[in-house]
């Protein structure tokens, strides 16, 4: 996986805390410059004491870090960095080398229009990749590629 991203390597504890859209959306933002929790939840449109509660999941969980401390006006303010953007589950050990399925997810927001220019975008790749495997090829591996579109209730948000 080489998005030029940071990856991380994370255990299940871990993996549940970032399959929240929410939590996905904080730590992009706080990849993208530290910020405290009252700033993430002013950029998200959310209340502070809801960001501030995932912020401290993240925290506890080890996917993100308190960057700096700033005093103002007696206030102790905790600037946070994201540790990563990306995420692979550490396999377990004896896990299978070949692993069978490679997995890739994550949960976005889309309007109408990004989510048809996204389906448009993943079937122009998925047949970049089909007019490659119409030459026979020993080398090559099958696969089942699927890619689904799951709208999310308000609360899953």
Known sequence: MDFGEKVMEINLEQQK????????????????????A???????????????????????GGIIEIEET???RGIIEKYYRAK??????????????????????????LTDEELKEFEKDFDNLLLKYFKKTVKEDASR???????QFEKLSEEEE
């Open 70 to 72: 700033k005093e103002n």
């Open 38 to 60: 009252k700033q993430v939840a002013d950029e998200l449109g959310k209340s502070a004491g809801s960001v501030h509660y995932h912020i401290q999941q993240l925290l506890q």
């Open 141 to 147: 591996t099958p696969y089942h590629i699927s890619c």
């Open 84 to 109: 990563a953007t990306h995420f692979k589950l550490k396999r377990s050990v004896g896990a299978d080398a070949s692993q069978k399925i490679r997995k890739r997810e994550t949960s976005l927001s």
């Open 17 to 36: 805390l970032v399959s929240s859209p929410l939590r996905v959306k904080i730590i992009y933002l706080l990849d993208e410059r530290p910020m405290t």
